[in-house]
């Protein structure tokens, strides 16, 4: 993919209701993470072991500080071992039964974190560089006319995560696998933003499907759908755990006909929901049994696989050479045998 194993970006790391008074063990890009909301609600990221001799800070859990839940102190967290201490920063500013001042090169480093539609989103780059842009947006989510989901965990997959974005440009497996195939569909590259715009008939609800889907970077896929007069948005989030394998989470959040839904109408959400889920699932059964497709044996008419995968390399190499990828495909992409839409239409048409 690039000189990095491990892509830049905001990627999600769990859901915030996960959060609670006790920290979280994670692993993502090859490494091990401690996660915790300190006392004033600041949720913090850590590299996972304490300097001293190496314990894990967020796994333990027969230690005495963490049966008594004394890990947490105001923004810090003490190692369950010696109880070393880090604040937010990842600076250790205080050591038991030493009697100097703490070292200065005590330090591990801490994650830019953002708490945002529900979810816990890092910033990893493999140059350790502030975020280049801030995660998605979504105006729907705190609309109260639209009902939120709860995340859909899907645990590890084992395939690399350019093959999940290798779906943006596949209008041809929509049909197969979906029973849905396209009558339009695009593509369109802004620098670190990838969309897709598809639409078709489904026979089973009498009505247009029409999607307009996009990824805020590289792990972090939201896609507005309209069935007839339904509308929702899909979120799909999948993070690098190893090279070669990713953690997946799904979630839809779905227009309600008032601002105070009904029991009723979020057993709709779960309904609703549940049946996006399982479109998704017919991707997860190919994925969980195909080889890498390290090539595409691409037909004349499948170019937008070679785009969609330059674009994605720019997540790969350092971020002075982005630029160099970006320019290589922004703009309008469309498939030579299928119509061409315009996406503000579609837009106006979905929030209309």
């Given at each position: 993919m690039g000189k990095f194993d491990f892509p830049r970006g905001w990627f999600m790391v769990a859901e915030a209701s996960e959060l609670g008074s006790r920290p979280i063990a994670l692993r993502f890009f090859g490494k091990d993470f401690a996660l915790y909301r300190g006392e004033s609600g600041k949720v913090v990221?850590?590299?996972?072991?304490?300097?001293?001799?190496?314990?894990?800070?967020?796994s333990g859990k027969a230690s005495s500080i963490v049966a008594a839940n004394q890990q947490i102190e105001g923004d810090s967290i003490r190692c369950p071992y010696h109880a070393w201490r880090y604040d937010a920063n990842g600076q250790v500013d205080h050591i038991p039964n030493?009697?100097?001042?703490?070292?200065?090169?005590?330090?591990?480093?801490?994650?830019?974190v953002a708490e945002a539609l529900g979810a816990i989103m890092m910033w990893h780059d493999p140059e350790g560089g502030p975020p280049d842009y801030p995660p998605p947006d979504l105006p729907e989510w705190d609309n109260p006319r639209w009902i939120n989901g709860v995340y859909d965990h899907l645990g590890v997959l084992q395939i690399h995560p350019q093959e999940i974005l290798d779906n943006m440009a596949d209008s041809n497996h929509l049909g197969p696998t979906h029973g849905v195939p396209p009558e339009y569909f695009s593509n369109r590259y802004e620098g670190h933003l990838y969309f897709q715009t598809q639409g078709g008939f489904r026979k089973e609800y009498n009505a247009y499907l029409r999607t307009y889907t996009w990824y805020t970077g590289p792990g972090l896929l939201m896609s507005r759908m309209r069935i007839g007069d339904a509308k929702s948005v899909e979120l799909i989030f999948h993070t690098p755990v190893e090279n070669g394998s990713v953690r997946v989470w799904n979630n839809v959040t779905m227009m309600n006909?008032?601002?105070?839904?009904?029991?009723?109408?979020?057993?709709?959400?779960?309904?609703?929901?549940?049946?996006?889920?399982?479109?998704?699932?017919?991707?997860?059964?190919?994925?969980?049994?195909?080889?890498p497709a390290i090539t595409i044996k691409a037909m004349p008419g499948e170019k937008n696989f070679a785009l969609g995968r330059t674009w994605y390399r720019q997540f790969y190499n350092p971020r002075a050479m982005a630029l160099e990828y970006q320019e290589k495909v922004n703009g309008e992409h469309y498939v030579p045998h299928m119509a061409q839409p315009e996406p503000s239409s579609y837009l106006i048409d979905y929030l209309a």
């Open positions: 990221l850590l590299d996972g072991h304490c300097l001293h001799m190496g314990a894990h800070l967020a030493s009697t100097g001042p703490c070292p200065k090169g005590a330090k591990i480093t801490s994650y830019p006909a008032t601002d105070t839904p009904t029991d009723a109408d979020r057993l709709m959400q779960k309904q609703y929901q549940q049946a996006v889920l399982d479109a998704f699932s017919q991707d997860f059964d190919i994925w969980s049994a195909k080889k």
